[in-house]
């Protein structure tokens, strides 16, 4: 099983471009969540959704957004890129919402120059 | 707000030892706590999920526990190897809330 899958894995972005990071997953799992990870830090969650059509802000919202228009696809859009939002992205899911554990992605590390 | 600590940030230990990681969480009405391991460049895979109503989890030779009233679980690893060695995160889940709160983890090294 493919599981949870990330895609670029690494970027370059210059200051003010924007670009959209990919996250699929095949498990059919309702819930779906982007985090950030900073260099010598926990995770923080950035959006989640709890089924297609449904989306809502995490701790860290500002300067991105999501969509998700399928179970399987929750895509993250970075507009007007900024140096504060040099980390590595992270995509998990999980089947239910509190009984079930969750699966991640192998992450995205975005650095913005 | 609930916060999650992870003492210690770093640690080294010689292949075979017996070793304890641990993660403290402020407010005790978590909903369950779960055990991540993360290798360099990777993403977390699950080691343990525990439900509140637990006191304990194992896996091989892994085994967690969860102490809600002392706000504290721990991370249990017998007769280390090293391909243990990897950053440790510990997250717990507060009682209705759809987000992991994270520790900032343990980097674990089992020296050969």
């Known amino acids: 099983n493919a599981g949870v899958t990330q895609t670029p894995k690494f970027r370059i972005l210059k200051i003010g471009q924007s670009m959209t990071l990919q996250c699929t997953q095949d498990?059919?799992?309702?819930?779906m969540y982007w985090y950030r990870q900073d260099p010598g830090m926990g995770l923080k969650l950035i959006y989640y959704?709890?089924?297609?059509?449904?989306?809502d802000k995490g701790e860290v919202p500002n300067g991105y957004n999501v969509s998700r228009s399928t179970t399987e696809d929750f895509p993250l859009r970075l507009e007007l890129a900024a140096p504060s939002q040099t980390s590595v992205y992270f995509c998990a899911s999980s089947y239910g919402h509190l009984d079930y554990g969750y699966t991640f992605g192998s992450g995205t590390r975005l650095t913005v120059v | 707000k609930q916060e999650v600590t992870q003492i210690p940030a770093a640690l080294s230990v010689p292949e075979g030892e017996n070793l304890v990681l641990n993660c403290s969480f402020t407010?005790?009405?978590?909903?369950?706590l779960q055990w991540f391991r993360q290798d360099p460049g990777k993403g977390l895979t699950s080691l343990l999920l525990?439900?509140?109503?637990?006191r304990e989890q194992t896996s091989g030779r892994l085994n967690a526990s969860l102490d809600k009233s002392s706000g504290r679980s721990t991370l249990y690893i017998a007769a280390s190897q090293p391909g243990d060695s990897a950053t440790y995160l510990c997250a717990s889940r507060m009682d209705s809330s759809y987000k992991l709160i994270f520790g900032s983890g343990t980097r674990l090294l089992v020296r050969p």
């Open positions: 525990i439900q509140s109503s637990q």
């Open positions: 407010d005790s009405a978590i909903y369950n």
């Open positions: 959704s709890v089924g297609a059509g449904i989306t």
């Open positions: 498990m059919n799992h309702n819930y």
